[in-house]
């Protein structure tokens, strides 16, 4: 199984303040996803990387920026908390032609 | 715009009580259809991709089908450690979609003993 980590697993922060998620990878794969899961509207897409400083915006990128200096981390910034970023983030690589994702075990972030 | 929709939204099961699970999407050309289990508190777990209509994948008591405008996963006598949140998720083909999944809200199946 690939090596997929993210950190830190919860976090509770204020609103107005800045996170960074991280998500590590240790097999060297080239696309590497962050999604956020809320209830009623499953994963959706935040950002997307297909390689080193190689990003895109996904269907819901607000107030959401990414870093990608290095092929094993890709980073997930929220340059100002608000509430209604409360969720769990989930990072994801492809492996193969196939699309078969594998997701991290997630980030709890709450914004209080 | 991209949609996939699960149905339906809670399925509780008797243990041994086989039945489906709906997935019907609509995208501009299907590259895949995915199918995830996701445990509570952990990441969805990679089940099945499927990619073309008449196409099915087994796995266990699992079984995936595909038609033009929908997918089932069939679950033949469920365990209760078949309890999980299912989710599909449809890649769209083009050259510039670097492996985008657009996913389904999911469906809760609790199998009880």
């Known amino acids: 199984d690939a090596g997929i980590t993210q950190s830190p697993r919860h976090k509770v922060t204020e609103t107005g303040t800045p996170v960074t998620l991280r998500c590590h990878q240790t097999?060297?794969?080239?696309?590497m996803y962050w999604y956020r899961q809320d209830p009623g509207h499953g994963l959706r897409l935040i950002h997307y990387s297909y390689g080193v400083k190689d990003t895109d915006k996904g269907e819901v990128s607000d107030g959401y920026s990414v870093s990608r200096s290095k092929t094993e981390d890709f980073l997930l910034t929220l340059e100002s908390a608000t509430s209604s970023q409360t969720s769990v983030y989930f990072c994801?690589?492809?492996?193969?032609?196939?699309?078969?994702?594998?997701f991290g075990s997630g980030t709890r972030l709450t914004v209080v | 715009e991209d949609q996939v929709t699960q149905s339906p939204e809670a399925l509780r099961l008797q243990e041994g009580e086989s039945s489906s699970l709906n997935c019907s999407y609509t995208v501009s050309g299907l590259r895949g259809l995915f199918w995830y289990r996701q445990d509570p508190g952990k990441g969805p777990e990679f089940l099945f991709t499927?990619?073309?209509a008449g196409e099915e994948k087994e796995k266990e008591r699992l079984k995936a089908t595909l038609t033009k405008k929908e997918s089932f996963l069939h679950i033949t006598a469920p365990k209760p450690e078949d309890s999980a949140t299912y989710l599909c998720a449809a890649a769209e083909a083009g050259g510039t979609s670097y492996g985008k999944l657009t996913f389904g809200q999911g469906t809760i199946l609790t199998v009880h003993p």
């Open positions: 097999e060297n794969h080239r696309y």
């Open positions: 994801a690589i492809r492996q193969g032609s196939n699309y078969g994702y594998t």
């Open positions: 499927l990619y073309s």
